[in-house]
């Protein structure tokens, strides 16, 4: 768990990174564009989830330490 999180971290970044090279923007919503917004949505998502899971772990070493 301890590499888990970093390494998922930096794939969801470089995924966010790919596919906003792949917009449109005279036409977000059609084709390749649509799939790489929705792709950029689930990255973000997916970090969302990992600082959650990061922070979650922190707290729980935190009062690991106090009992």
């Not at 990255?43 to 989830?49: H, I, Q, T």
């Not at 979650?56 to 070493?61: A, F, T, Y």
Request: proline share 1%; hydrophobic share 60%.
């Amino acid at each position: 768990m301890k590499f888990y999180i970093p390494i998922a971290s930096v794939i969801a970044i470089a995924l966010i990174i790919y596919n906003a090279t792949k917009l449109n923007f005279d036409a977000l919503f059609v084709g390749d564009s649509f799939t790489a917004i929705i792709t950029i949505i689930a990255a973000l998502c997916a970090l969302v989830l990992l600082q959650i899971l990061r922070i979650s772990k922190k707290i729980e070493r935190l009062q690991k330490g106090k009992k």
